[in-house]
């Protein structure tokens, strides 16, 4: 019970994860080709950056909190559920 549970909000939070991760990519390149490329092929590390540095949203901090909350929160509950990842 308490498995398939850690996996359905795991898997819920991975997705708000992944719809924060597209948010700052749109706006990476709506600022800089360059550093929208930089965003999709270095995505974690430079993204990163970019929300705490660059990202300028009335909205930041629900996108922060989601896109941390989502990757932290929802990962340690994939795990803790054992959900057996590709890599």
């Not at 700052?24 to 430079?46: H, M, P, Q, R």
Request: glycine share 12%; proline share 1%; net charge negative.
């Amino acid at each position: 019970m308490l498995h398939s549970l850690f996996t359905i909000v795991g898997m819920g939070l991975a997705a708000v994860h992944l719809v924060c991760w597209i948010v700052l990519l749109i706006d990476a390149f709506t600022n800089s080709v360059w550093k929208g490329l930089v965003g999709l092929f270095c995505c974690e590390l430079y993204l990163m950056y970019y929300a705490f540095a660059e990202y300028r949203s009335e909205n930041k901090l629900m996108v922060l909190l989601g896109y941390f909350g989502g990757m932290f929160l929802g990962g340690a509950l994939l795990e803790a559920a054992g959900v057996n990842w590709p890599w």
